[in-house]
C-alpha cells in the first residue's frame, strides 16, 4: 500500500479507548436439614394408676439460597502509547502508562497490544477495537472498594449468616 505510514521505535500514537463487557452469574443452593428434638413434660397422676413423665418438641429447618449476578463495565479514555517495537510485516507493538491523581488517590491505566499500520488514522489516532492481542489494565484503589460497615453490623455478623 503506498498510503501506508512507516513507524519506528519511539513514534507516538493516540489510542481511543471504548471497552464495554458485560458478566452474568447465576448460582442456585438448596439444602435442607431436619432436626428433632422432643421437649414436653408429662406427669399422670396416681389415682390413674400409673406415672409417667416425658420430654418431646421439635426443631424443623429448611434452608435455601439463591443469588444473581450481574456487572456490567464501560472504560472510555484517550492517551498516548509508544511503538515499543515493529515486525516485518508491518505490525506494531504499543505500550503506554498512564498515572492520574485526583484528590490522593491515584488511577493508573496501562494498554498494550499490536497495531497494523494502515488502521492509524492520518491524525495518528487508532480505535482500541483495532488494536490485536490488547491489554488493558485499570486500576482505581480506594474508597469503591469494600464498604465499611458500622459496629452493630460488625457485632450481628458474628452471631448471624
Do not use: H
Amino acid at each position: 500500500m503506498s498510503d501506508r505510514r512507516a513507524f519506528a521505535v519511539g513514534d507516538v500514537i493516540t489510542v481511543l479507548i471504548d471497552d464495554y463487557t458485560i458478566s452474568t452469574a447465576v448460582k442456585d443452593n438448596v439444602a435442607s436439614d431436619t432436626r428433632r428434638r422432643n421437649l414436653g413434660v408429662t406427669i399422670r397422676l396416681p389415682s390413674q394408676g400409673s406415672k409417667g413423665a416425658g420430654i418431646d418438641g421439635r426443631n424443623d429447618s429448611d434452608t435455601q439460597q439463591r443469588g444473581a449476578l450481574r456487572r456490567e463495565n464501560r472504560f472510555q479514555n484517550e492517551m498516548s502509547v509508544r511503538v515499543v517495537a515493529t515486525g516485518d510485516n508491518g505490525l506494531l507493538q504499543v505500550r503506554g502508562n498512564k498515572n492520574i491523581t485526583v484528590d490522593k488517590a491515584q488511577q493508573a491505566v496501562v494498554f498494550e497490544g499490536w497495531v497494523r499500520a494502515q488502521d492509524v488514522s492520518p491524525q495518528n489516532l487508532v480505535e482500541s477495537y483495532r488494536v490485536a492481542d490488547a491489554t488493558l489494565f485499570y486500576n482505581s484503589p480506594g474508597p469503591l472498594g469494600k464498604p465499611k460497615s458500622g459496629l452493630f453490623t460488625k457485632i450481628f455478623g458474628l452471631f448471624l449468616p
